[in-house]
């Protein structure tokens, strides 16, 4: 059965830090990978999305990487800001051991970024 | 605007109360599922759909039915609730998945059920 595991689990940093948060998974056939911000009380906001077959995604201070091989994957956030604040959700989608097709997420990352 | 809508937002309902809660979503999205994230278990799986009336179960799918008569419409059911059934439920579409393509998944705002 799929696993994604996501470190670290929190983590607080000032403002203009360059960070990387990391996701690795235990079954490498992937369909692909999605990395969310959730912020409290709200919905999951979709950032980036990995296909099986790329190496990486950029979204302005966003770049996702994936190396399927290694089941990992890197969340690199450039010049941190305070609204980047929010927990950070990886998702793959796979085949999962029950046979059902859906995303498995990790327990997500707490980011904080200080003023 | 593209989106997936929920509703309710909250509710709060006793043990063996029947409910239904509701999605939808305007992007004409083949793929439909429902998800839900409690503490500690982060989100999980409950049912998912690939079509019009076609649904299969997810990891957690014990004590929920789904129905899928509409392309935009997938509401979750609770027959039969119970206080284990207190979490954060969430629906998500995408345009495909599997040998349609695999596509990024939206997700709706999310619904706050508790059973007391």
């Known amino acids: 059965k799929q696993e994604v595991t996501q470190i670290p689990a929190a983590l607080s940093v000032p403002e203009g830090e360059n960070l990387v948060l990391n996701c690795s998974f235990t079954d490498s056939a992937i369909y692909n990978l999605q990395w969310f911000r959730q912020d409290p009380g709200k919905g999951l906001t979709s950032l980036l999305l990995i296909q099986s077959s790329q190496r990486e995604q950029t979204s302005g201070r966003l770049n996702a990487s994936l190396d399927k091989s290694s089941g990992r994957s890197t969340l690199y956030i450039a010049a941190s800001q305070p609204g980047d604040s929010a927990t950070y959700l990886c998702?793959?989608?796979?085949?999962?051991?029950?046979?059902?097709?859906?995303?498995?997420f990790g327990k997500g990352t707490h980011l904080i970024i200080q003023p | 605007e593209a989106q997936v809508t929920q509703n309710p937002r909250y509710l709060i309902t006793v043990t063996g109360k029947k409910l239904t809660v509701t999605c939808s979503q305007n992007?004409?999205?083949?793929?439909m599922s429902w998800y839900r994230q409690d503490p500690g278990l982060g989100l999980r799986q409950i049912y998912y759909s690939m079509n019009v009336e076609v649904t299969d179960k997810g990891d957690v799918p014990e004590g929920y039915k789904v129905s899928r008569k509409e392309k935009r419409n997938f509401p979750l059911i609770l027959e039969s609730p119970s206080p284990n059934q207190t979490s954060l439920y969430f629906c998500a579409s995408s345009l495909g998945v599997r040998g349609r393509g695999f596509y990024e998944q939206y997700f709706g705002p999310g619904t706050r059920l508790t059973v007391t």
């Open positions: 992007m004409n999205h083949e793929y």
């Open positions: 998702a793959v989608l796979s085949r999962s051991g029950g046979g059902a097709d859906g995303l498995t």
